[in-house]
């Protein structure tokens, strides 16, 4: 099914900024890391569940795992009205999923997924390397293949059997027109710098010991 690239645009972004970043400012303020997530209609664009990260609660709740536990226990308990996460959602991720929320979305049958910070950003921008570092230490295997070579390939297929995984940047390139990724640019670096105030409040935190002992997303 075809997606109309600038209304999906304008959606997710106003939906990171109108209804994940809220959410997250709370966990934030309460020890978790700044990863959001929220499961969207494919008809409308309308959010079905919108989460953040929880690890006050569990390691394991990330921001893209804890929204498909409320989804499938809390908004939609009943199989029989629940929407289908392969034909009837989509699945945004504030950030580029690790590997355990890529086996979340693959194991409960999202299609597709979209994010707009990539896992560079986690890295560079909030000091989260962990994303990179698990991918490369645990599933990486090296064969006959030289280090640099084994550097170089891609740390999980983006587009498989399972889902497609696209970055919001991903979605630009695929507008027509000059002006229209412009816009869509400037609107991704202005809802981006959001997060500027989450990740100072996340490594305060930290600074201080106030987050949670996991060491992980």
Known sequence: MSIN???????LLST???????LTKDGVASGSKVFGAAILSRK????????TNNEKVSPLLHGEINCIQEFFTKDFPDPASRPDPQTDCIFLATHEPCSLCLSGIAWSGFREFYYLFTYEDSRDLFSIPYD????QQVFR????ETQEQVERRALYNRE???????????LVEKLETKDEKDH?????KRVKALYNALSDTYQEGKKAGTQTASAWK
């Open 184 to 188: 869509f640019l400037a609107e991704i």
């Open 16 to 22: 990171v900024e109108e209804k994940i970043i809220p």
């Open 141 to 144: 295997v090296p064969g006959i």
């Open 160 to 170: 498989n059997k399972f889902f497609t995984g696209r970055s919001f940047l991903d």
């Open 5 to 11: 690239v600038k209304e999906t645009l304008s959606t």
């Open 44 to 51: 409308d664009l309308k959010p079905f569940t919108v989460s």
């Open 132 to 135: 990179i570092d698990i991918l």
